[in-house]
């Protein structure tokens, strides 16, 4: 099974090469046949490619340890669901992860859209082809998961080796969010091949009107909300199972995927400008290609360790590649672009600093720049080594000093933007859109300070969340208040039908309220309190307004851990407040210890205990009070729904009109 | 003024004032990121300065009994002796014989004051089957 899925590697390699060239010389010659001759080249190698992901899978269920994968991240005692998780579990087999997806999507692309877009198709299908080669390419030359175990005897002789028993997956990924949180990033980072492919194309063939935007959109938006979705996961993960009682560590990994969602989100706002005005046709194309190089800079950071460990870039083989590709594809684009520079003028200027384009173009740079902040940051150990000798990191703390700036700059214009027209603003617009809004903050603002709060930017911050809060509320109620007197309709009728009737704009005042809610989750970070706690059973500590008593010790064993879990009775301010049972675990494969957080959530706070260890005598107990928290997963949940109507509704209004063609 | 140049303006503002934040927050918390040879090699050069020293846990060194974890960290050639003082939990892939990176400061007993420990990353987890790999 082993040979097969190496076997399917090479011919989907193969086909790639060929559907690459079929569509490039089918396109330049105009001729019809080779491009579908290319195109059917294409679907097989992705066919082929989804295969060789199978044939692992098959491996894995198997148990077959004789494949080194297999047995280093799975064993025979492994629940089904982690022998599946566990492909990508290690780095060969998340690589060939990321060639399964990749293939399944460039195969959805080929088949939604061949019949649609004639005159780009032979360009995406080249641009999703060389995607998927060179990904197809490392996976069968640099890290291949179907490699076998041999045993080399002293003289020099090789044998195949197969092991009784495999190693298990690392225990902290035996997790549900671990589960799914790999593959959703992974369609986070090379979903946005597609939105590229079709700009790439679209700059080729000289695409007028806005039928290519209305796709490139589409596929973003998608993207984007998986890829939101697959950080979610990651801050969950680690919040639950870490268990060093935050969710965002500014790790390289975390910002690696952080970077292409602030670029994205900045397209998402500045297609909108496009549509609209016919203006940053340029700028839009720049931050498409940055999107997708980001994505791949995600798996290059996270798979070179170029960033995590000292001296990592002259190990690893992998890294020089994507470099190499990265700069091609960097290169590529940059060079069509200058050369279609006239068929991308803009058709406007900017009128006027009070208007909707220049609130979009200050979001623009308030992302892009944030991006950048978080880029500097992260490679920076490695820029400075390269220059001087020297890595030196940078801490969270830099990360926090510009980024929550920024991140109130955007709560601003999440405010402004949507209430401001296009082109330009009267004074008397103005006052009208803002009165009851900047009233609303004005009196939370007063509000907080007499409740007693200094702190700066919480103060800045929750202020600007009631602002906009006003903002997404009076649109709302205005919208349906203009539906009940026209159509004499009750409010609840009203409202749903104003959203359903444009969900594209009522979506994303949704998905602004999931961000509003996160940034009262985040405000909650600044009152963060936590206290070491040396208990023996029977003694009692303090955290905030918690007294936390270990009633109890136990020790035991499971199918694949032996535990030691604290009880522990709560009281808040007197009155009992639940037991928490913080874990412990060894793990008997390699003697891995995980940890199981006791977490009392409440949406004023979160009480959050970890069983640390014993010292001396005494069992040690981290208590962290983390308020506001719960809002950051509402919030979270909000953003989801809201992406998901607006894109529902696109479905329904946009297919039946193009497909009749 | 045009609008175009007035949003450029603007823009400039912002970017300076976000650069201003990053220098200063460069400042706050950088750290020289080193092996434990090239500290031993080039002790006085690094006096005083906010380090991130990386090597393995030796073997056995984890002394837990203290109010303040103490353990010895090794690269191939030398060793120094960290002792523990920061709030954070201890990641659990920290253990005897695992990559760890610790950040702070020497103390002037020459111990090294770590305030944050990292120990290797979960999503790199590869075990030894290696050298008996083709």
Not at chain 1, 307 to 327: K, T
Not at chain 1, 593 to 599: A, R
Not at chain 2, 15 to 36: C, D, N, R
Request: proline content about 4%; charged content about 15%; some cysteine.
């Amino acid at each position: 099974m082993a040979d097969f899925g190496n076997f399917c590697l090479l011919l989907a390699l193969c086909l790639s090469l060929y559907a690459l060239i079929a569509s490039l010389t089918g396109a330049s010659l105009n001729r019809r046949r080779i491009v579908s001759s290319g195109e059917r080249a294409a679907l097989a190698a992705s066919a082929a490619a989804v295969l060789a992901f199978g044939a692992l899978l098959y491996l894995m269920l198997a148990d077959d340890f004789a494949t080194s994968h297999v047995a280093n991240n799975s064993s025979r005692s492994l629940p089904l669901l982690y022998k599946i998780s566990a492909i990508w579990g290690g780095h060969d087999g998340s690589m060939l992860l990321w060639v399964f997806f990749t293939a399944l999507l460039s195969g959805l692309v080929i088949v939604q859209n061949r019949r649609r877009y004639r005159d780009m198709m032979p360009w995406v299908v080249a641009v999703l082809m060389v995607n998927l080669a060179f990904f197809l390419a490392l996976n069968l030359f640099l890290s291949n998961p179907f490699d076998q175990l041999v045993r080399i005897s002293p003289d020099g002789a090789t044998a195949p080796f197969v092991p009784a028993d495999g190693r298990g997956l690392n225990p902290l990924l035996q997790y549900w969010a671990m589960v799914i949180h790999p593959p959703i990033l992974y369609v986070g980072f090379i979903g946005f091949v597609v939105p590229f492919a079709f700009a790439v194309a679209a700059l080729v063939t000289r695409q007028q009107g806005s039928a290519w935007v209305r796709i490139v959109r589409r596929w973003t938006l998608g993207v984007w909300l998986l890829l939101g979705v697959g950080i979610i996961l990651g801050g969950k993960w680690a919040y639950v199972v870490l268990g060093w009682g935050g969710y965002w560590g500014w790790d390289p990994v975390e910002n690696a995927s952080l970077m292409p969602w602030l670029v994205s989100t900045a397209f998402l706002h500045s297609i909108v400008v496009q549509e609209r005005r016919g203006m940053l046709k340029v700028w839009n194309v720049i931050l498409v290609l940055l999107t997708y190089l980001l994505g791949i800079f995600g798996t290059f950071l996270t798979r070179s360790g170029i960033v995590n460990s000292v001296h990592a870039f002259a190990d690893s083989n992998l890294g020089r590649f994507f470099v190499y590709y990265m700069a091609f594809v960097l290169a590529g684009t940059l060079l069509l672009l200058a050369d279609r520079q006239p068929y991308l003028r803009s058709e406007r200027r900017l009128d006027s600093m009070l208007s909707r384009e220049s609130a979009f173009l200050f979001n623009n740079l308030v992302l892009v720049a944030a991006c950048f902040a978080v880029f500097w940051g992260t490679m920076f150990p490695a820029l400075s080594e390269w220059i001087r000798g020297t890595q030196i990191s940078v801490g969270p703390l830099f990360f926090d000093k510009i980024n929550v700036p920024i991140g109130l700059l955007l709560l601003l214009l999440t405010g402004i933007g949507p209430l401001i027209a296009w082109h330009r603003t009267s004074a008397a617009a103005l006052k009208k859109a803002f009165f009851r809004p900047a009233a609303f903050g004005l009196l939370a603002l007063a509000g907080l300070l007499i409740g007693g709060l200094r702190n700066f930017y919480v103060t800045v911050c929750l202020t600007l969340c009631a602002f906009v809060l006003a903002t997404i509320v009076q649109e709302f109620a205005e919208g349906a208040l203009v539906r009940m007197r026209q159509h004499g309709e009750r409010f609840p009728a009203a409202l749903g039908r104003l959203v359903l009737g444009n969900t594209r704009r009522y979506g994303g005042y949704i998905v602004h309220l999931g961000v509003v809610l996160m940034f009262v989750g985040f405000a909650g970070n600044a009152f963060n309190r936590e206290a070491t706690l040396h208990l023996k059973t029977g003694e009692t500590g303090r955290v905030g307004d918690y007294a936390l008593t270990l009633a109890d010790f136990r020790q035991g064993r499971e199918a694949l851990y032996e535990y030691g879990r604290a009880v522990i009775e709560v009281t808040r301010n007197g009155r009992p407040a639940g037991t928490l049972t913080p874990e412990k675990r060894i793990f008997d494969s390699g003697g891995q210890t995980t940890t199981t957080v006791g977490l009392r959530s409440t949406p004023k706070e979160d009480l959050y205990v970890v069983f640390t260890g014993i010292t001396g005598d005494a069992f040690e107990i981290k208590a962290h009070v983390n308020p506001l928290v719960f809002w950051l997963w509402l919030g979270s949940g909000i953003l989801v729904l809201g992406t998901l109507l607006t894109l529902w509704n696109w479905k329904r209004s946009n297919r039946p009109r193009e497909a009749v063609r | 003024m045009g609008a175009g140049k007035k949003f450029w303006v603007g823009g400039l503002i912002i970017v300076a004032a976000l650069g201003w934040l990053g220098f200063v927050g460069f400042q706050e918390s950088k750290a020289y990121y080193i092996t434990v040879d090239e500290f031993s090699s080039l002790r006085g050069e690094y006096a005083g300065k906010r380090l991130k020293l990386a090597g393995d846990v030796v073997e056995g060194s984890i002394d837990r009994s203290r109010p303040q974890m103490e353990f010895v960290i090794s690269s191939p050639r030398s060793s120094i002796r960290v002792r523990y003082t920061g709030a954070d939990i201890i990641p659990d892939t920290f253990t005897d014989g695992s990559k760890a990176l610790v950040e702070g400061t020497v103390a002037p007993d020459g111990v090294f004051e770590a305030r944050r420990i990292e120990a290797k990353c979960a999503s790199k987890y590869e075990a030894e089957y290696d050298e008996r790999t083709s």
